[in-house]
């Protein structure tokens, strides 16, 4: 099989919420009083090693911030390693926050063109499929319409439509499942099954533990920013409520 994604020993040190309210008056009179230390910065991910082979269904799972959607970002290249190596090959399709990626002023169909250049495909292309996009979008009507008039339920579908229109390599998926009403939910999920039946990389975050058992094959369980374990999904997510069990006790 062959490599798409491959991390060897990445961490990643994010600025704190101290060093981002920092400001340039602030860190003068500090050195000048002799009190100026650095702001401290926080590992967030540390050492990570895995790789991934095209055409395979990984899930990844822990608790809130143990480090799930910064690690699914440095494979999006959204975020670059502090220290190590990521290598990822081809395109990429990111549903980590639908819609992030819009400009609010601009007509719903300029954003669809926009956000796919953005994802590396080219305009024609683009404006060869908008008018799927605003049909499973269920966006029709609003195709002139600014973004910013949109609902943030309309943003999401939006988002998820175009993600999932386009054809890549490797599909990111963060906690996305959710988006809309039932209905919409259940054309999702109809939709995302041609995914797992086609040979595209997929990389899914998700609280929904039994949705990972069925979908993937491996597993990668991520715990304050170190990989706790990966493996057989079955035996991976037994573990982790383990774990979980554990800490409720």
């Known amino acids: 099989m062959t490599e798409v994604i491959r991390f060897d020993q990445v961490s990643l040190w994010r600025r704190t919420q101290e060093e981002f309210t920092y400001d340039l008056k602030k860190t003068i009179f500090s050195v000048l009083e002799g009190k100026y230390r650095q702001p401290a910065r926080k590992l967030i991910l540390e050492d990570i090693n895995l790789t991934v082979e095209a055409g395979e269904k990984m899930g990844i799972i822990g608790a809130n911030g143990s480090g799930k959607s910064t690690l699914l970002k440095l494979i999006c ?42 994802l590396g495909f080219s305009r024609q292309y683009m404006r060869d499929i908008t008018d799927s996009i605003l049909e499973f979008a269920e966006l029709q009507n609003y195709h002139s319409a600014p973004v910013k008039s949109l609902s943030s339920g309309m943003v999401a579908r939006l988002g998820f439509a175009i993600a999932t229109e386009v054809q890549p390599d490797i599909l990111i998926l963060d906690e996305v499942l959710s988006v809309g009403d039932e209905s ?66």
């Open 77 to 118: 290249g959204i975020l670059k390693p502090s220290k190590g190596r990521a290598w990822v090959k081809g395109q990429i399709a990111p549903l980590i926050e639908l819609g992030a990626g819009f400009d609010p002023d601009l007509p719903v169909t300029d954003n669809i063109i926009l956000y796919g250049v953005m």
């Open 184 to 249: 919409f939910k259940n054309k999702c999920k109809r939709r995302m099954k041609r995914f797992w039946d086609a040979n595209v990389t997929i990389l899914v975050v998700s609280h929904d533990l039994p949705l990972i058992q069925d979908s993937c094959k491996r597993v990668i369980w991520l715990d304050k920013g170190k990989v706790k374990m990966i493996g057989e999904a079955d035996e991976v997510v037994e573990h982790y409520l383990d774990s979980v069990k554990l800490v409720a006790q």
